[in-house]
C-alpha cells in the first residue's frame, strides 16, 4: 500500500525489500492505492519473474475483499440434484426421483412470489460458519427445465426478484412416488440429512 511505498523509497529498504521478495518467490504480488509496480522498480517483474497485479482499492479494502473471494472459491464444495428455492426466504432443497414434479412444484412457488435458486443441478458450499450455502451452475442459472413446456428463462418470464443467485439451506424436502412410500415408513422416516458433514432438517411428502 501507500505507507508501505513511503518506506520503499529509502534505497536500504528497497534493497533488503528486492532480496527478500526474490528468495520468497511468491506465486504473485498484488499492489493496493492504484500503485504501479514501475514505481517500486521498473525492474521487479523482469528479474522476479513473478506475476504483479495492482488494484485501486485501498488495502484494508483490498484485503477483506482478497479474504471474502479465497473463502468462497476454498470452500468444501459438493452437488445435489434437485430443485433449490427460497420460500419466505427459507432456502428449502426439493429432491426425489425423475418425474416426481420438483421442477412443476418450485414453478407453482415462482407464481406465488417465491424465488427460484437453482434447477436440477444445485451447487453446494460449507462456507466457516458451518453454513450451507446452494447455487445454480454459472450456464444453467434462472432456467429450469419443465415436462412438455422445455427450458424456462424464469428471470425472463418473472422478473428479477423471482430469482436469487444463491441462498443458505434450511430445509430438504423428497419427494416420493407412492411405490415408495411404503418402504420409507419402514425405515423411520429418517429427519436428517447431511451434506459435507452438516445436518440439514429433512421433511418426507408423498
Given at each position: 500500500?501507500s505507507?508501505?511505498?513511503?518506506?520503499?523509497?529509502?534505497?536500504?529498504?528497497?534493497a533488503?525489500?528486492?532480496?527478500?521478495?526474490?528468495?520468497?518467490?511468491?506465486?504473485?504480488?498484488?499492489?493496493?492505492?492504484?500503485i504501479h509496480?514501475?514505481?517500486?522498480?521498473p525492474?521487479?517483474a523482469?528479474?522476479?519473474?513473478?506475476?504483479?497485479?495492482?488494484?485501486r482499492?485501498?488495502?484494508?479494502?483490498?484485503?477483506?475483499?482478497?479474504?471474502?473471494?479465497?473463502?468462497?472459491?476454498l470452500?468444501?464444495?459438493?452437488?445435489?440434484?434437485?430443485?433449490?428455492?427460497?420460500?419466505?426466504?427459507?432456502?428449502?432443497?426439493?429432491?426425489g426421483?425423475?418425474?416426481?414434479?420438483?421442477?412443476?412444484?418450485?414453478?407453482?412457488?415462482?407464481e406465488?412470489?417465491?424465488?427460484?435458486v437453482a434447477?436440477?443441478t444445485?451447487?453446494?458450499?460449507?462456507?466457516?460458519?458451518?453454513?450451507?450455502?446452494?447455487?445454480?451452475?454459472?450456464?444453467?442459472?434462472h432456467?429450469?427445465e419443465?415436462m412438455g413446456?422445455?427450458?424456462?428463462?424464469?428471470?425472463?418470464?418473472?422478473?428479477?426478484?423471482?430469482v436469487?443467485?444463491e441462498h443458505?439451506?434450511?430445509?430438504?424436502?423428497?419427494?416420493?412416488?407412492?411405490?415408495?412410500?411404503?418402504?420409507?415408513?419402514?425405515?423411520?422416516?429418517?429427519r436428517?440429512k447431511?451434506?459435507?458433514g452438516?445436518?440439514?432438517q429433512r421433511?418426507i411428502?408423498?
Amino acid at each position: 500500500g501507500s505507507l508501505e511505498l513511503a518506506a520503499f523509497r529509502a534505497a536500504p529498504v528497497r534493497a533488503r525489500f528486492l532480496k527478500f521478495f526474490t528468495r520468497l518467490a511468491p506465486a504473485a504480488a498484488i499492489f493496493s492505492d492504484g500503485i504501479h509496480p514501475s514505481k517500486l522498480d521498473p525492474e521487479l517483474a523482469r528479474q522476479t519473474s513473478i506475476p504483479i497485479f495492482t488494484t485501486r482499492l485501498p488495502y484494508t479494502r483490498f484485503l477483506a475483499a482478497f479474504h471474502t473471494f479465497l473463502q468462497n472459491k476454498l470452500a468444501p464444495r459438493t452437488d445435489a440434484h434437485g430443485t433449490f428455492v427460497s420460500l419466505f426466504g427459507l432456502g428449502v432443497l426439493i429432491q426425489g426421483p425423475s418425474g416426481v414434479g420438483k421442477s412443476e412444484i418450485a414453478l407453482s412457488l415462482i407464481e406465488r412470489g417465491h424465488q427460484l435458486v437453482a434447477d436440477d443441478t444445485v451447487q453446494i458450499r460449507l462456507e466457516a460458519d458451518h453454513e450451507l450455502i446452494g447455487s445454480a451452475p454459472e450456464l444453467g442459472r434462472h432456467h429450469m427445465e419443465i415436462m412438455g413446456l422445455g427450458i424456462l428463462n424464469v428471470r425472463q418470464l418473472f422478473g428479477i426478484s423471482a430469482v436469487a443467485d444463491e441462498h443458505p439451506i434450511h430445509l430438504v424436502v423428497d419427494l416420493l412416488l407412492p411405490s415408495a412410500r411404503r418402504r420409507e415408513e419402514r425405515l423411520g422416516q429418517i429427519r436428517i440429512k447431511k451434506f459435507l458433514g452438516v445436518e440439514v432438517q429433512r421433511v418426507i411428502v408423498q
